[in-house]
């Protein structure tokens, strides 16, 4: 059975209606709300004023909300309406008569463009006994405490946060390289077209040898840019030629002292030999 902290108490019944400012006047949706949902309270709030726990950095308050069901369904897009109007990080108890669920999230976030509070991904335990679902509290903050509820609900570690401002200092300096390869490569092609059309003027075939060659050398540079640009790996399978009969004049040419035996394009088989 799920007990914390007396000073964690809320207890606040909140009316469905509150919620359906989030449905967007969706007749359907409104529908399967009420009909799911029986009651929704908020039963705790660990924080550093109700623990003796201090916050964290991305976790500073969390709630425990009970909703009580209809039926023994719910969906992730009902857990995501009750938390905008929460605005924090929270644990649902979800409950169908003597039944059970614990439900939580990673990563919780405000969206830049709504600036609503959502979640990236939810979890939740096996149905069992109501009097069977337990949370402890453990951690040096609210972070760890958090972290350590996911790992009694999901059974494995809480996932590595992504610093999302070294994130988009990344993004930029990315940007800003592929910027100046991109460069590199204008200039790289401009002065190839300038050293083909010297070397269609050039007469002297020494100097023709040194440009072809300056040539080849640009050409490797470029390529050699475009797969530091590259963002996977391609895999090249060898191209596979289907083997083509030769005629006998064409095997000469080249091996004029073997003896061979071939065969032609009707299946007879002949032989000769040049010695």
């Given at each position: 059975?799920?007990?914390l902290?007396?000073?964690?108490?809320v207890y606040?019944?909140?009316?469905?209606?509150?919620?359906y400012?989030?449905?967007?006047?969706?007749?359907?949706?409104?529908?399967?709300?009420?009909?799911?949902i029986?009651s929704i309270?908020?039963?705790?709030t660990l924080?550093a004023?109700?623990?003796?726990?201090p916050k964290g950095?991305?976790v500073?308050?969390?709630?425990?909300?009970?909703?009580?069901l209809?039926?023994q369904a719910?969906?992730?897009?009902?857990?995501?309406?009750?938390?905008?109007?929460?605005?924090?990080?929270t644990?649902?108890?979800?409950?169908y008569?003597?039944?059970?669920?614990?439900?939580c999230?990673?990563?919780?976030?405000i969206?830049?463009?709504?600036?609503?509070?959502?979640?990236?991904?939810?979890y939740?335990?096996?149905?069992?006994s109501?009097?069977?679902?337990t949370?402890?509290?453990?951690?040096?903050?609210?972070?760890?405490?958090?972290?350590n509820?996911?790992?009694?609900?999901v059974?494995?570690?809480?996932?590595?946060?992504?610093?999302?401002?070294?994130k988009?200092?990344?993004?930029?300096?990315?940007?800003?390289?592929?910027?100046?390869?991109?460069?590199?490569?204008?200039?790289l092609?401009?002065?190839?077209k300038?050293?083909?059309?010297?070397?269609?003027?050039?007469r002297?075939?020494?100097?023709?040898?040194k440009?072809a060659?300056?040539?080849?050398n640009?050409?490797?540079?470029?390529?050699?840019?475009?797969r530091?640009?590259?963002?996977?790996?391609e895999?090249?399978?060898?191209?596979?030629?289907?083997?083509?009969?030769e005629?006998?004049?064409?095997?000469?040419?080249?091996f004029p002292?073997?003896?061979?035996k071939?065969?032609d394009v009707?299946?007879?088989?002949?032989d000769?030999?040049?010695?």
């Amino acid at each position: 059975m799920i007990d914390l902290p007396e000073t964690t108490n809320v207890y606040k019944r909140m009316p469905k209606e509150l919620f359906y400012k989030y449905l967007n006047d969706d007749c359907i949706s409104k529908k399967t709300f009420i009909d799911e949902i029986r009651s929704i309270v908020w039963v705790n709030t660990l924080s550093a004023e109700t623990t003796t726990t201090p916050k964290g950095k991305y976790v500073t308050e969390i709630a425990i909300v009970e909703i009580v069901l209809n039926r023994q369904a719910i969906s992730s897009n009902i857990l995501e309406i009750v938390n905008r109007e929460i605005d924090q990080y929270t644990v649902f108890i979800v409950r169908y008569e003597e039944w059970g669920q614990l439900w939580c999230c990673d990563h919780q976030s405000i969206n830049p463009q709504t600036g609503l509070f959502n979640c990236q991904n939810y979890y939740q335990t096996n149905w069992m006994s109501v009097e069977d679902l337990t949370l402890k509290i453990d951690g040096g903050n609210l972070d760890q405490v958090y972290e350590n509820f996911f790992m009694q609900i999901v059974g494995k570690p809480f996932p590595a946060r992504i610093n999302r401002n070294q994130k988009q200092i990344d993004e930029r300096i990315e940007k800003v390289e592929l910027l100046g390869k991109t460069e590199q490569l204008e200039k790289l092609e401009a002065t190839i077209k300038k050293l083909e059309i010297q070397m269609g003027k050039e007469r002297q075939f020494g100097k023709q040898v040194k440009l072809a060659t300056d040539i080849k050398n640009l050409q490797d540079e470029i390529k050699k840019i475009k797969r530091s640009m590259s963002t996977h790996v391609e895999i090249h399978q060898p191209e596979i030629v289907a083997a083509q009969e030769e005629a006998p004049a064409t095997v000469r040419s080249f091996f004029p002292n073997v003896y061979v035996k071939m065969q032609d394009v009707t299946g007879n088989r002949f032989d000769y030999s040049l010695l």
